[in-house]
């Protein structure tokens, strides 16, 4: 859920131009810094880095999921000898020195990945010595025999055992797959680590628990932007979804003089940075714009402050390139908002924007007010002319657990390779990365259930029979900006693929889409 329920996002979400440099504080740099002091960096581009549309993939808060008594990955502790990798208290976004890094990068491994299993060994101490001893080397035998002792098919394995309470199977394939995962490795060995912790926190039934110790285990608000920042730059996903949505905004309101843009995820706001951009240079001169950005508790938090920054820093921007522009803060959850929260003024053109952060909103499967639904029918009584929606085209909301594993394990295989076509495997603030905006939502799909499971995401098709129910008809998106998103995948990687059916575009990684992005109206 949203920030009524203080469950924090790992925010894959918003970003600007993040610069590898040598000293922690310009490393992480607030996000609008740069914009403030000027307003040349929008056109740039800096090697690999691409300029900023923004992005946000949110990450959701949720969730690594654990006992108090088990130290997981996100519980690694800070001892009199050594500083925590990544920790709030590090007082850097980069460790210095490759012996230091390699230390650090040890310890994580190992409180992560160490015998925490108390629940497990209280299991294995009932049963009769023999007999466990019998069972233990059947299934070791088994493992042995497995080809070439393939990852992913031993994770499939233990999800399994785990879908089917065999608790014997699991403790057995768990210690197992804490001598194959880790945390530096290929893909697949990365984001075992992350599956890895989802399934044991779900053997010890701490989904529930796990939202209410996070907060004090985060990095620093700047640290966590800087890992935001570099997340948006290393995946093009972030940038898709902003570019098309922003192009179909463009067009919807190329011809009218007062434009109301509701953003249900203003983040850091900076979506809008080249879409005011855009109506700066618009013949005939730009339109009077007013956002209206509803919040989230971890953009709050990454940002630095409420929203009164966004605000400032966008009323900047639109001054510099002379464009009419106003800020409404509305403070609030998405599940709650009332058309009052939305300042909606006459005269207004609207548009609503949905960019990674409908699958956020309860559904009929959480609570019975269907808010997702809720929302579209609230939303489609304002009359708006345009309103775009941006989502990963991945199914966990109502599938069972064993299918929403094999879902989860497939699409973030396929955003885990894609990661390592930009950011080098030794880089030292990639395990930060994927650690804070990416293994969050890992476990939280795999360990949580109920309200405690914030990420919900279904494929187009669903979302597609929602806006229809709702009144919505499909709205065209613009050949243009469909020709600027290849150009731009072309800058990372040639496997990365784009692809338009059914009125929406589909940005995917080889044969697996990952995001879906369409508009309505």
């Known amino acids: ?42 056109n740039g581009s800096h090697g690999f880095y691409h300029s900023p549309s923004t992005a946000s993939f949110s990450s959701n808060g949720s969730s690594i999921c654990h006992q108090e008594s088990q130290p997981y990955l996100s519980d690694v502790r800070q001892s009199s000898e050594t500083t925590n990798y990544g920790s709030p208290t590090s007082g850097s976004c980069i460790t210095d020195g ?3 890094f390699m230390h650090k990068l040890k310890e994580l491994e190992t409180v992560m990945l160490g015998p925490d299993s108390d629940f497990l060994e209280s299991y294995d101490n009932s049963l009769p010595n023999s007999v466990a001893s019998t069972e233990i080397n059947s299934w070791r035998q088994m493992m042995e025999a497995m080809p070439r002792r393939d990852l992913k098919h031993v994770l499939i394995a233990c999800a ?18 804490r001598q194959m995962v880790s945390v530096s490795g290929e893909p697949i060995q990365r984001l075992g680590a992350y599956i890895l912790e989802g399934l044991v926190a779900r053997l010890a039934a701490s989904g529930s628990s796990i939202c209410k110790s996070l907060r004090c285990k985060e990095p ?13 730059e290393i995946c093009p996903y972030f940038k898709f979804g902003y570019m098309s949505a922003n192009g179909a905004i463009a067009e919807a309101m190329k011809d009218e003089n007062r434009v109301h843009i509701i953003d249900f995820q203003i983040a850091q706001g900076s979506q809008w940075v080249t879409l005011i951009q855009a109506f700066a240079a618009r013949p005939g001169g730009p339109p009077h714009i007013r956002v209206t950005g509803i919040d989230d508790s971890t953009s709050a938090y990454a940002r630095g402050g409420g929203l009164n920054i966004v605000g400032q820093r966008l009323s900047k921007l639109a001054k510099a390139f002379k464009v009419p522009f ?28 949905f960019a990674f952060t409908l699958h956020h909103i309860p559904d009929e499967s959480v609570s019975t007010e269907n808010h997702r639904d809720g929302l579209l029918r609230m939303v489609k009584n304002l009359n708006p002319k345009v309103v775009t929606l941006v989502e990963q085209e991945s199914n966990t909301n109502t599938a069972a657990f064993f299918p929403r594993f094999l879902e989860t394990l497939d699409y973030y295989t396929a955003m885990f390779e894609s990661i390592d076509m930009t950011l080098p495997r030794g880089h030292k603030e990639r395990i930060n990365v994927e650690q804070h905006c990416l293994a969050r939502d890992v476990v939280n799909i795999i360990a949580c259930e109920g309200i405690e499971r914030v990420e919900r995401h279904e494929l187009l098709g669903k979302w597609k029979s929602r806006f229809r129910m709702a009144g919505f008809s499909p709205y065209p998106l613009s050949s243009l900006v469909n020709a600027t998103i290849k150009r731009l995948l072309e800058s990372y990687s040639d496997k990365y693929r784009l692809e338009e059916r059914d009125g929406a575009l589909y940005l995917g990684w080889m044969n697996r889409d990952l995001v879906a992005s369409c508009a309505w109206k």
């Open 98 to 100: 490759a012996n230091d």
């Open 326 to 353: 106003e800020f409404h803060a509305a403070a609030i959850s998405g599940s709650d908002v009332q058309v009052e929260n939305l300042g909606i003024q006459p005269g207004e053109t609207l548009a609503v924007n």
């Open 1 to 42: 859920m949203q920030a009524s329920q203080r469950l924090r996002r790992s925010p894959m979400s918003n970003t600007l131009y993040y610069q590898p440099v040598q000293k922690a504080e310009a490393c992480c740099l607030p996000q609008f810094q740069t914009l403030d002091n000027h307003l040349s960096y929008i």
């Open 160 to 177: 399994k055992a785990v879908s089917d309470g065999d608790l014997l199977t699991a403790q057995v394939l768990i210690s197992e797959l």
């Open 220 to 232: 620093a608000s700047f640290e966590l932007l800087s890992y935001m920042h570099m997340l948006y």
